[in-house]
């Protein structure tokens, strides 16, 4: 006969959580792996203030040009919108070619943000994955020149554009800014982190040039890096007043020279140069709107699957 068999034993039951240390008490917003983080009153006090100091400008610039200039000289100030906004960008568009400037602006800052970003990856390429003498060398010019203040090249860049015959014309702004030692050491830094050594030896066995190693394994793994290098770009070049205005005249203004133009005379009408700013500052806000949230998803998801 065969013997009975013996009924298993209980399963033990799960461990309890180990008690906290006495005279502590477990924080709040602090969890486990797997559980959502939260933030506690305080960091949420913060952030509020933040936002509102950073949008405050911003507003006070829609108030501004909505208001008149009487408006503006009272004290306190009025912190409400007026109803002069629509005849304040009418004075803007009869005091300034502001048509023209956007569309110049809109030239010179995409160009500048294409030749910026394309060139500024294929040297950090360079510089980050290729071997070839003087490399360190050449990284090292390239970064120092980041220390040098632009306006000391002033004198001789306007006059390499007058040998040129490039006075008052787009490729005097738009050439000298195709490519940016930041942007050099910024996708040299990017690559470092985030394309493997085994790729591009993968890529040589197979048999792919330098050129095609780039175009299809470089680029698509860039593509955050330079997303936020182009925005970077484009808000300088469409805020850079500076050498437009050495190089630009008022016939082939950008916007920045435009509205130079505005709220002339013996009193600054104050509140249609803050109109003029209003619409020059629009179009960044949409590139911002459009582009802001993909590019930071793109960062995230490149630093997750890194």
Same mark, same amino acid.
């Given at each position: 006969?065969?013997?009975?068999?013996a009924?298993?034993?209980?399963?033990?039951?799960?461990?309890?959580?180990?008690?906290?240390?006495p005279?502590?008490t477990?924080?709040?917003?602090?969890?486990?792996?797997?559980?959502t983080?939260?933030?506690?009153?305080?960091?949420?006090?913060?952030?509020?203030?933040?936002?509102?100091?950073?949008?405050f400008?911003?507003?006070?610039?829609?108030v501004?040009?909505?208001?008149?200039?009487?408006?503006?000289?009272?004290?306190?100030?009025?912190? @409400?919108?007026?109803?002069?906004?629509?005849?304040?960008?009418?004075?803007?568009?009869?005091?300034?070619?502001?048509g023209?400037a956007?569309?110049?602006?809109?030239?010179?800052?995409?160009?500048?943000t294409?030749?910026?970003?394309?060139?500024?990856?294929?040297?950090?390429?360079?510089f980050?994955?290729?071997?070839?003498?003087?490399?360190?060398?050449?990284?090292?010019?390239?970064?120092?020149?980041?220390?040098?203040?632009?306006?000391l090249?002033?004198?001789?860049?306007?006059? @390499?554009?007058?040998?040129?015959?490039?006075?008052?014309?787009?490729?005097s702004?738009?050439?000298p800014?195709?490519?940016?030692?930041?942007?050099?050491f910024?996708?040299?830094?990017?690559?470092?982190?985030?394309?493997?050594?085994? @790729?591009?030896?993968?890529?040589?066995?197979?048999g792919?040039?330098?050129a095609r190693?780039?175009?299809?394994?470089?680029?698509?793994?860039?593509?955050?890096?330079?997303?936020?290098?182009?925005?970077?770009?484009f808000m300088?070049?469409?805020?850079?007043?500076?050498?437009?205005?050495?190089?630009?005249?008022?016939s082939?203004?950008?916007?920045?020279?435009?509205?130079?133009?505005l709220?002339?005379?013996?009193?600054?009408?104050?509140?249609?140069?803050?109109a003029?700013t209003?619409?020059?500052?629009?179009?960044? @806000?949409?590139?911002?709107?459009?582009?802001?949230?993909?590019?930071?998803?793109?960062?995230?998801?490149?630093?997750?699957k890194?």
């Amino acid at each position: 006969m065969t013997a009975p068999i013996a009924p298993a034993a209980p399963a033990a039951p799960p461990a309890a959580p180990p008690a906290p240390e006495p005279g502590r008490t477990p924080r709040r917003g602090v969890s486990r792996a797997g559980r959502t983080l939260h933030a506690g009153p305080l960091a949420y006090g913060v952030l509020i203030v933040a936002v509102l100091f950073s949008a405050f400008p911003f507003y006070w610039t829609i108030v501004a040009a909505s208001r008149s200039n009487a408006d503006l000289a009272k004290v306190p100030p009025t912190l @409400l919108p007026g109803p002069n906004l629509i005849k304040n960008f009418e004075a803007v568009l009869e005091e300034a070619d502001i048509g023209k400037a956007l569309l110049n602006s809109f030239v010179v800052s995409g160009s500048i943000t294409l030749g910026t970003v394309l060139c500024c990856t294929l040297a950090g390429f360079a510089f980050a994955k290729l071997r070839f003498k003087g490399r360190g060398a050449l990284l090292a010019v390239t970064v120092g020149t980041m220390m040098i203040p632009p306006q000391l090249g002033v004198i001789p860049l306007f006059m @390499l554009i007058a040998e040129l015959g490039w006075v008052n014309q787009l490729q005097s702004v738009i050439l000298p800014g195709l490519v940016s030692a930041f942007g050099v050491f910024f996708m040299r830094q990017y690559l470092v982190q985030s394309l493997p050594d085994e @790729l591009i030896e993968a890529a040589r066995v197979d048999g792919a040039s330098t050129a095609r190693i780039f175009w299809s394994i470089v680029v698509p793994i860039a593509r955050p890096g330079m997303a936020v290098l182009g925005l970077l770009t484009f808000m300088a070049s469409w805020n850079d007043f500076f050498w437009p205005v050495v190089a630009l005249t008022s016939s082939e203004p950008t916007v920045q020279v435009a509205l130079r133009q505005l709220g002339g005379g013996y009193v600054h009408d104050q509140s249609v140069i803050m109109a003029g700013t209003l619409l020059g500052t629009l179009p960044v @806000l949409l590139v911002f709107g459009l582009l802001g949230r993909q590019i930071v998803g793109g960062i995230m998801q490149g630093a997750v699957k890194g």
